[in-house]
DNA sequence: TATATGCTGTACTGATCAGTACAAATCACG
DNA sequence: CGTGATTTGTACTGATCAGTACAGCATATA
């Protein structure tokens, strides 16, 4: 009876979606078998270590996007402005104007950090690598280009947290509209 | 055998430091019993509706600390830069320059916001019209006072997340300083 | 059409969950 | 010293949890 689902890739953006929506510990199997559309069988034999690698493979999963959406092409552009305006957009795109959370983020706050702490760690820091990058490249000092990064990092997280409390996505388009001129202007 | 935590409110401090490492799931009532030091007895007996009354009761609490130390100060002082710089002050402060969580920022990021949601609104719209009061005052025009009002709390969110996430509490202390930068200066 | 492989559903395990019931213990107050 | 309200520990409930075991089905290859 092979291959309802024909892949183990397929069942992630579901998984990622449960999480998002429970968090890591109140995602349980029940709910994670009904939007995946897969049985216990099933999900223990593509997640052979169960949640905790489900929870990884998500994880795995969103680094990656980030790295060929939006470091890769930071680090890359010749034009560094083109590689930042990029990362806007797609980060916009990702974050659905607001009305997303980051799982990442979410999974820090809480003691679920401790079970990915590697993974949660890598991702940040190579989004705030990839972006120092880029503003050094665009002529900011190093200190400056790190201020600057982590100042971009820290508002998107922020706004994010901040449009899902006050259930209105805009504070999130606002907030990225500030750092858009925030960047193009001086300093 | 009246007391022997003599009140109510005495338990809320430590129920505030379990919800804030273990989420509003992830907390059990044999954590939350530990940590308190009231047997399952005593929880029911001072919260009967059990453990969302527990958190009501520490999300109120969290928002009153706030009110008394924060936002009062924010809408009554005479010269509102003060208000802003003891805001500051007590944000450092409460969350430990950066090495805690804000347990309502985190509560609002999974499908916990859904059992809060008034709470969650209340706390941060009152921090937002209290700090665009006190920027007003301060000479901003309407726009300006709540579009950095919106900045200053969305940066203080997301260095609490990012900070948690890089597991180095700088991230915060060295965000608040951007801002206080920030309001000081022109714009 | 046989066989091996890979996928799936179902039934189960023991642990833990939130919450309840209630009797015993303690103190305030008379 | 006794009575009554308040606080507490303990034992219990039924539900749900993550994870396991395994039989059986479907398909690809031969």
Redesign the interface.
Known sequence: MPRKIAERQDAIPALGEVF????F??SSLTEISQRTGLGKGSLYHFFPNGKKEMAEAVLDDVTNWFRDNVFSTLLSSNKPEDGIQNMFEAVDRYFHSGKR??L???F??????DRF?AR??T???AWTDALTTALKRKGFSDQDAT?TA??I???????L??A????DPQ?FT??LK?LRRHITAGS
Do not use: H, M, N, P
Request: include cysteine.
């Open positions: 998002r929506e429970y968090g510990l109140g959370v980051c990442v983020g979410a820090a706050l809480d003691d679920t950090r702490e949660i760690r991702y940040f820091c201020e982590e100042e990092i820290v508002s998107i997280q922020g706004a947290v901040l899902r409390s006050k259930q504070v606002r907030a500030r």
